[in-house]
């Protein structure tokens, strides 16, 4: 899901994925234990057993587990000395990093220090690739098309498909079973796209 967060200009919807790519990824880890940027809109569509909303500041806050999915928000993010947190902002300075980078750096220290099992990350922020290169350490898969997202709409309860920019998925494999779950991740994600391996 991409959602706003914190004390920004408020946006009157969110994003979140499509059923393919969610069903991919059910199908990839068996289940998706935890979507540590989410909504209850947003949940209805993933079904992750566990979810952290923007209150729950999945960020900064809260400890991840199992088998994770993340669509992160689109914020641009900087560094809060005082505070000792990452925060969003509208800023455009160029020490301002990207929220999808944010988000795949604390992803990728869970996955290192073994705070999660596995997990998939989507981004539609090719800028990704300039920011954390260190994510070509785990399978990618580039996105042959387009995906069509979801954007709901809060004050109208109301749900309209768009199609997103260039996007690809991230593979955090279990340390066990490394060579099997590689496997699946191809055999599910290459009618989809270019799959590229370390």
């Known amino acids: 899901m991409s959602v706003p967060r914190g004390n920004v200009r408020n946006e009157d919807f969110e994003w979140f994925s499509n059923r393919d790519l969610i069903d991919s990824a059910h199908l990839l880890m068996g289940k998706i234990d935890l979507d540590p940027a989410s909504s209850d809109k947003a ?17 900064n806050e809260q ?45 990728r220290r869970k996955w290192m220090e073994g705070e999660i099992e596995q997990g998939v990350f989507l981004t539609n922020y090719m800028d990704m690739c300039s920011y954390c290169q260190d994510l070509f350490d785990f399978p990618v898969c580039i996105l042959k098309n387009r995906p069509t997202m979801t954007r709901h709409y809060f004050n109208e309860d109301k749900l309209v498909e768009k199609p997103t920019g260039i996007s690809m998925v991230i ?12 496997q699946d991740f191809i055999d599910i994600y290459s009618p989809k796209g270019r799959i590229l391996l370390n």
């Open 63 to 107: 400890s991840w587990f199992g088998n994770v999915y993340l669509f992160p928000p689109s914020m641009s993010y900087f560094w809060n000395k005082k505070a000792q947190r990452w925060k969003p902002t509208r800023g455009l300075s160029p020490s301002l990093t990207s929220g999808h980078a944010v988000w795949f750096r604390t992803m």
């Open 171 to 182: 593979y955090m494999q279990p340390r066990e079973g490394v060579e099997a779950a590689t």
């Open 43 to 59: 949940n209805e569509f993933v079904g992750a057993e566990h979810y952290y909303t923007i209150k729950d500041d999945g960020l």
